[in-house]
């Protein structure tokens, strides 16, 4: 899974299998901390008042997730 996020600053490109490990879990505990579990954020989340900032959120969080899910199924993970 990739995420582009297209920004005045130019695009930003997320390519997930790329990502270590250990860079998928500091990100996903960074959203943690910053909104509880993902659950909790989706039910709280409402796309219409949200910033672009958060408006990537949910997506990038998902693709972690995803990431981190296929890695485990596949055996990637310890």
Request: hydrophobic share 25%; with cysteine; charged share 30%.
């Amino acid at each position: 899974m990739k995420l582009i996020v297209e920004t005045p600053e130019g695009t930003r490109e997320i390519e997930y299998v790329k990502l270590s490990l250990e860079e998928i879990n500091a990100r996903m505990r960074s959203y943690e901390q910053q909104y509880g579990s993902y659950e909790k954020f989706l039910s709280q989340y409402d796309c219409g008042s949200s910033s672009f900032e958060e408006s990537v959120v949910p997506m990038d969080w998902e693709g972690l997730l995803e990431e981190k899910n296929r890695r485990e199924h596949s055996g990637q993970v310890g």
